[in-house]
């Protein structure tokens, strides 16, 4: 139990500390674009009722989670199959460097183009930046299998999906879960983007149309509850994270302590 309240305590206090530090430099603020946090805190249930929680939040977090699914999916499987065969790994290495340099923020235009301006643009222009850390993480990933091991599964005749299942994905999973990491805050960024673009609901359409009806302590309360849903989906990633590279986290503890 101690340790538990230790580690919350750690994950809080850096927190807690800059809210304090926003509290007192913005305390007494007249600066109509830099109003002071106790005024942005008591604009907050006013603003984001549970309408308008359904409307604006719960949109934008379904249309992230399924832009990071399909960018999930489609980074470990490729990422396996380009990592797993050298030829192909070669042919494809040049195309990826060159569509991974494009900024996914430019494609909006392009995607829109063929997607619309519906929920389907804003999923792919999200799955479309989040693929590129997946998918990169897993070819390295499935790269650095350890030779021994492969040649161990092979002499016992692991072959196949059990194989691919038990010792690639297995060892590729560590970074796997780092650019899974590194595509969520990507997915976050483009989701805000994506529904500045051509949208009628969201948590980006919501700041941007506060901003516009210089509603600027609204608009304040729209960024705050952008960086409270990023925290939190950090912690969950986390936990998730924690339970499923148990094991990983549990030998590079064991070799620390030798």
């Not at 305590?9 to 007494?28: F, I």
């Given at each position: 139990?101690?340790?538990?309240?230790?580690?919350?305590?750690?994950?809080?206090?850096?927190?807690?500390?800059?809210?304090?530090?926003?509290?007192?430099?913005?305390?007494?603020?007249?600066?109509?674009?830099?109003?002071?946090?106790?005024?942005?805190?008591?604009?907050?249930?006013?603003?984001?009722?549970?309408?308008?929680?359904?409307?604006?939040?719960?949109?934008?977090?379904?249309?992230?989670?399924?832009?990071?699914?399909?960018?999930?999916?489609?980074?470990?499987?490729?990422?396996?199959?380009?990592g797993s065969y050298r030829r192909v790994r070669a042919v494809c290495e040049p195309v990826l460097e060159f569509l991974r340099a494009?900024?996914?923020?430019?494609?909006?235009?392009?995607?829109?183009?063929?997607?619309?301006?519906?929920?389907?643009?804003?999923?792919?222009?999200?799955?479309?930046?989040?693929?590129?850390?997946?998918?990169?993480?897993?070819?390295?990933?499935?790269?650095?299998?350890?030779?021994?091991?492969?040649?161990?599964?092979?002499?016992?005749?692991?072959?196949?999906?059990?194989?691919?299942?038990?010792?690639?994905?297995r060892s590729a999973s560590p970074q796997i879960f780092a650019g899974l990491r590194q595509a969520l805050s990507i997915g976050i960024?483009?989701?805000?983007?994506?529904?500045?673009?051509?949208?009628?609901?969201?948590?980006?359409?919501?700041?941007?149309?506060?901003?516009?009806?210089?509603?600027?302590?609204?608009?304040?309360?729209?960024?705050?509850?952008?960086?409270?849903?990023?925290?939190a989906l950090s912690v969950v990633f986390q936990v998730v994270e924690r339970r499923v590279l148990g094991w990983y986290h549990g030998?590079?503890?064991?070799?620390?302590?030798?």
């Amino acid at each position: 139990m101690r340790g538990v309240l230790l580690r919350v305590g750690y994950v809080l206090a850096l927190p807690a500390v800059l809210v304090a530090l926003w509290w007192l430099a913005s305390d007494g603020s007249t600066n109509v674009y830099w109003p002071p946090l106790r005024t942005i805190l008591r604009t907050f249930p006013d603003v984001w009722t549970g309408q308008r929680l359904h409307d604006d939040l719960l949109r934008s977090v379904l249309r992230l989670l399924a832009g990071y699914a399909t960018a999930a999916v489609a980074g470990v499987a490729l990422g396996t199959v380009i990592g797993s065969y050298r030829r192909v790994r070669a042919v494809c290495e040049p195309v990826l460097e060159f569509l991974r340099a494009v900024p996914p923020p430019v494609l909006v235009p392009v995607i829109m183009l063929f997607a619309g301006i519906g929920d389907t643009m804003k999923i792919v222009v999200i799955a479309s930046g989040g693929v590129w850390p997946i998918l990169l993480n897993t070819v390295e990933g499935v790269r650095a299998v350890d030779p021994v091991m492969a040649e161990t599964a092979r002499s016992y005749g692991i072959t196949g999906a059990a194989r691919l299942r038990t010792l690639v994905l297995r060892s590729a999973s560590p970074q796997i879960f780092a650019g899974l990491r590194q595509a969520l805050s990507i997915g976050i960024i483009l989701m805000v983007i994506s529904e500045m673009f051509a949208a009628s609901n969201g948590l980006g359409f919501a700041i941007v149309q506060f901003q516009r009806g210089f509603a600027i302590p609204d608009m304040w309360t729209g960024i705050l509850l952008l960086g409270l849903l990023g925290f939190a989906l950090s912690v969950v990633f986390q936990v998730v994270e924690r339970r499923v590279l148990g094991w990983y986290h549990g030998l590079r503890a064991t070799t620390r302590r030798s």
